[in-house]
């Protein structure tokens, strides 16, 4: 099974644990069962689910540049990544990463493809139903095939697919857009089905109507002329123009939790973190990774999240009309997950940045350097190797080294390694940063 994974996302939805870096598909908040690493986030949930189905499926996540790291560190080299050189919509996002398929992995063009969003909150009888929506897709009686979620309560929030018939498999007939609720209890009479953006198709059908559509070579053409292609979604595109497709009924659970009072409903604990409630608490979940106490005295119905980039104290309902406050918020991102560890900011002054760089036990940091940046690292615990300007120098704990703009480095973790590193320059930016290949530098 082929699958592509849209992993898009503001990070404004689950603010302030979600940002432009780790949006909410990243945030660890389900348990696990196991002690080593107690919680997982939604992209590792979805993927342990895929590969417990299915497990010889090959799995594309189809993603903006900034959550390349996210994603590596969750998942390591088990996945393959497409990356959107600029957010454009799901149509060319899909366009890219079929022909990225296609092209750089060498899928074969009657091969069929799914497409599903990254973040849904599911049970095993979802995937079930998208290997069987491939197999559907393989059957080649439509040319697209979708799969619909059976309404339990006449949503405002999603669109509605009316199938000919309330047989498990039917053509579609139309598609409605977001309605009130009086008018979704009408579609639900037509045994209409709420529109979750899953779909399947041969590859050959998507790239066909790509270059009819559009005028590129190949992924690598596509990709370089990314940035001009009209901003659209694969519904307007491709979807409700299509006079060949089927829809399939799926009637097992379904959450969407895209906002803080939908997260709640299926999060592992009322509190995680350094938190206490009392016994006056009524449904309020409490997230907090500052490393300071929050206590909660007769909280009812409410929202609590902490972290690095700010606070967060909400009535759960309306945790949902959130986005255009957080929109207000000018900050950087305080934390981040790379493919080598965690990089926490301890302190922003005038002139410097103090962070906290965890790695992982055999991971490497890029070879790079800043231009207008000296590093001071301070080895907190761990045993590493700095690599400066070529010269190698083993890293113990209490050791302490300095970068000078303009020299190339990089740190291996030989075990597991923290070290705080203050930046010190008139101009500290994150695009401040060269990388060199360490082979040939």
């Not at 270059?211 to 901003?231: C, N, P, T, V």
Request: proline share 4%; net charge negative; glycine share 6%.
């Amino acid at each position: 099974m082929n699958l592509i994974l849209l992993s898009g996302g503001s990070g404004t939805r689950l603010w302030p644990l979600s940002n432009e870096i780790r949006s909410k598909q990243f945030i660890k908040l389900f348990k696990t069962g196991r002690v080593d690493e107690p919680y997982e986030s939604m992209v590792q949930r979805v993927y342990r689910q895929i590969t417990t189905v299915s497990p010889m499926a090959s799995v594309t996540i189809a993603t903006s540049k900034s959550q390349v790291s996210a994603i590596k560190n969750q998942l390591g080299e088990k996945v393959s990544i497409c990356v959107e050189p600029c957010r454009r919509d799901t149509f060319p996002a899909i366009v890219l990463a079929a022909a990225y398929l296609h092209d750089e992995l060498g899928v074969d063009a009657n091969e069929s493809v799914v497409v599903c969003p990254v973040d849904p909150y599911v049970d095993n009888t979802y995937y079930e139903a998208v290997k069987r929506l491939q197999e559907l897709a393989e059957l080649g009686d439509a040319n697209i095939t979708l799969m619909g979620v059976e309404p339990t309560y006449p949503s405002e929030k999603y669109g509605y697919i009316i199938p000919e018939s309330g047989e498990k498999v039917s053509r579609v007939r139309e598609f409605k857009e977001k309605p009130d609720a009086e008018i979704a209890k009408k579609y639900i009479e037509q045994n209409a089905l709420w529109n979750a953006g899953i779909f399947a198709f041969k590859l050959d059908y998507l790239l066909k109507k790509a270059h009819g559509m559009i005028a590129f070579d190949d992924y690598r053409d596509l990709f370089g002329k990314y940035d001009s292609l009209e901003k659209i979604s694969f519904d307007y595109a491709v979807v409700e123009k299509e006079p060949s497709i089927q829809v399939l009924r799926y009637g097992g659970s379904w959450k969407d939790v895209g906002t803080w009072n939908m997260m709640a409903e299926v999060m592992a604990d009322t509190a995680k973190g350094n938190v206490i409630l009392d016994e006056t608490c009524e449904n309020t979940n409490v997230i907090n990774e500052l490393n300071i106490p929050i206590l909660c005295i007769g909280c009812n119905d409410m929202i609590i999240a902490a972290s690095g980039d700010g606070i967060l104290i909400s009535d759960k309902e309306r945790s949902a009309s959130m986005k255009p406050y957080v929109e207000k918020i000018e900050t950087e991102a305080m934390y981040a997950e790379k493919s080598w560890g965690t990089y926490t900011v301890i302190d922003v002054q005038p002139g410097s940045m103090t962070v906290k760089v965890s790695m992982r036990a055999g991971q490497r940091m890029s070879y790079h350097m800043h231009n207008y940046r000296e590093e001071v690292w301070t080895v907190v615990s761990g045993e590493g190797k700095a690599i400066v300007d070529g010269m190698e120098q083993i890293l113990r704990a209490g050791d302490v080294i300095t970068i000078a703009a303009g020299c190339k480095h990089t740190v291996d973790a030989i075990t597991a390694l923290d070290i705080v590193e203050v930046q010190l320059g008139d101009e500290i930016s994150v695009s401040d940063k060269i990388k060199f290949d360490p082979e040939r530098s």
